[in-house]
């Protein structure tokens, strides 16, 4: 935990339980899940502590991995929790139209957000309460003393447009340790083991102005990437892993043709709480299998490149 200490998962499961219970009572929590580990863990945990009186809301907003969305929410179904699905899509290219600035876009996807949770919240009888799963790389991530760098919606915003209470159990945990208490809660080991994924989602591992087309383009080299760590015993072994579509055209050639495409960047860090990150010695064959797939079968990329930026300098995501 954020104040040395070293976690023990039951005891601070049963410690949050009783503080759930106490704080909300018999009133109604809405969570929103984001297929991630963090809010997947605040859902199991405040679902052992008030039972259905926890409703969880899974909203689409387009930029998820390919497929993710359906065998998500069926993953979360399977789990036991009351949960509704959302699609939204169309209304997150909408707003996103035009923007190119990495906050702007934060902003546009997290002003949608806010939009879509607050019809859905104010569908939910008798709501008085938020769950988040804030984790304290968040809170410190947010707040550096040096200006933002990064806006992360799990913090600031909702709960005061809401005027929701805040039940954020997680909040002075780091991600490691929040697997520790996943698997405490019986979490399957394939969920907990997924990797970080931003809020915002492929917007932000797509360069400049969002498109319906550039984010299908990504979710099939995503999907390539992803594939090929799972299948080669490498995607356990990496922290993050992620595609990301650079918009910039570059010279190729095709069956004696020239071609002028987009860049796809692959990117895999190590990390033990985001705030550093190192690049991932992946093998060369593995790299070069996967370039050569995503540009024999992904339209519009003829170049596949391997970030080898470490952060601090670079940050985990390009924008
Ligand atoms: P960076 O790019 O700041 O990422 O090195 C650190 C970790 O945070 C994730 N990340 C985000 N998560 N909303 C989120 O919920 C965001 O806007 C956001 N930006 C980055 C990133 O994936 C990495 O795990």
Same mark, same amino acid.
């Given at each position: 935990?954020?104040?040395?200490?070293?976690?023990?998962?039951?005891?601070?499961?049963?410690?949050?339980?009783?503080?759930?219970?106490?704080?909300?009572?018999?009133?109604?929590?809405?969570?929103?899940?984001?297929?991630?580990?963090?809010?997947?863990?605040?859902?199991?945990?405040?679902? &052992? *502590? @008030? #039972?259905?009186?926890? $409703?969880?809301? =899974?909203?689409?907003?387009?930029?998820?991995? %390919?497929?993710?969305?359906?065998?998500?929410?069926?993953?979360?179904?399977?789990?036991?929790?009351?949960?509704?699905?959302?699609?939204?899509?169309?209304?997150?290219?909408?707003?996103?139209?035009?923007?190119?600035?990495?906050?702007?876009?934060? &902003? *546009? @996807? #997290?002003?949608?957000? $806010?939009?879509? =949770?607050?019809?859905?919240?104010?569908?939910? %009888?008798?709501?008085?309460?938020?769950?988040?799963?804030?984790?304290?790389?968040?809170?410190?991530?947010?707040?550096?003393?040096?200006?933002?760098?990064?806006?992360?919606?799990?913090?600031?915003?909702?709960?005061?447009?809401?005027?929701?209470?805040?039940?954020?159990?997680?909040?002075?945990?780091?991600?490691?340790?929040?697997?520790?208490?996943?698997?405490?809660?019986?979490?399957?080991?394939?969920?907990?083991?997924?990797?970080?994924?931003?809020?915002?989602?492929?917007?932000?591992?797509?360069?400049?102005?969002?498109?319906?087309?550039?984010?299908?383009?990504?979710?099939?080299?995503?999907?390539?990437?992803?594939?090929?760590?799972?299948?080669?015993?490498?995607?356990?072994?990496?922290?993050?892993?992620?595609?990301?579509?650079?918009?910039?055209?570059?010279?190729?050639?095709?069956?004696?043709?020239?071609?002028?495409?987009?860049?796809?960047?692959?990117?895999?860090?190590?990390?033990?709480?985001?705030?550093?990150?190192?690049?991932?010695?992946?093998?060369?064959?593995?790299?070069?299998?996967?370039?050569?797939?995503?540009?024999?079968?992904?339209?519009?990329?003829?170049?596949?490149?391997?970030?080898?930026?470490?952060?601090?300098?670079?940050?985990?995501?390009?924008?």
């Amino acid at each position: 935990m954020y104040n040395g200490e070293k976690l023990n998962p039951a005891a601070f499961i049963e410690e949050q339980v009783a503080d759930i219970r106490k704080t909300v009572g018999k009133d109604i929590v809405i969570l929103a899940l984001s297929g991630g580990v963090d809010s997947t863990v605040t859902a199991l945990l405040v679902k &052992k *502590a @008030i #039972g259905d009186n926890l $409703i969880c809301i =899974f909203v689409d907003h387009g930029l998820l991995r %390919k497929n993710e969305f359906e065998d998500v929410l069926e993953h979360y179904k399977g789990m036991g929790l009351n949960v509704k699905g959302v699609r939204a899509a169309d209304r997150f290219f909408a707003a996103l139209k035009g923007i190119n600035d990495p906050e702007a876009k934060r &902003k *546009a @996807i #997290g002003g949608t957000f $806010i939009d879509v =949770f607050k019809e859905e919240a104010a569908a939910v %009888k008798d709501a008085k309460w938020l769950a988040q799963g804030t984790i304290w790389p968040d809170i410190a991530e947010s707040f550096t003393g040096k200006g933002v760098i990064k806006s992360h919606h799990n913090v600031g915003g909702l709960p005061e447009q809401l005027g929701f209470g805040l039940v954020e159990p997680l909040k002075f945990l780091f991600k490691y340790e929040v697997r520790e208490v996943g698997m405490a809660l019986g979490l399957d080991s394939h969920f907990i083991g997924r990797h970080p994924f931003p809020g915002p989602g492929l917007g932000v591992r797509c360069l400049g102005e969002v498109t319906p087309e550039k984010i299908h383009t990504l979710q099939e080299a995503d999907a390539i990437w992803i594939g090929a760590l799972r299948e080669s015993g490498w995607y356990e072994k990496v922290w993050q892993a992620g595609a990301i579509f650079v918009p910039q055209k570059t010279t190729g050639v095709r069956d004696g043709v020239r071609s002028f495409d987009n860049v796809i960047a692959l990117r895999a860090v190590n990390s033990v709480d985001a705030m550093t990150a190192q690049i991932v010695h992946l093998p060369w064959e593995l790299l070069d299998k996967v370039a050569k797939q995503i540009i024999d079968t992904v339209p519009g990329i003829n170049r596949v490149v391997f970030d080898l930026s470490p952060k601090p300098g670079a940050t985990i995501e390009w924008e």
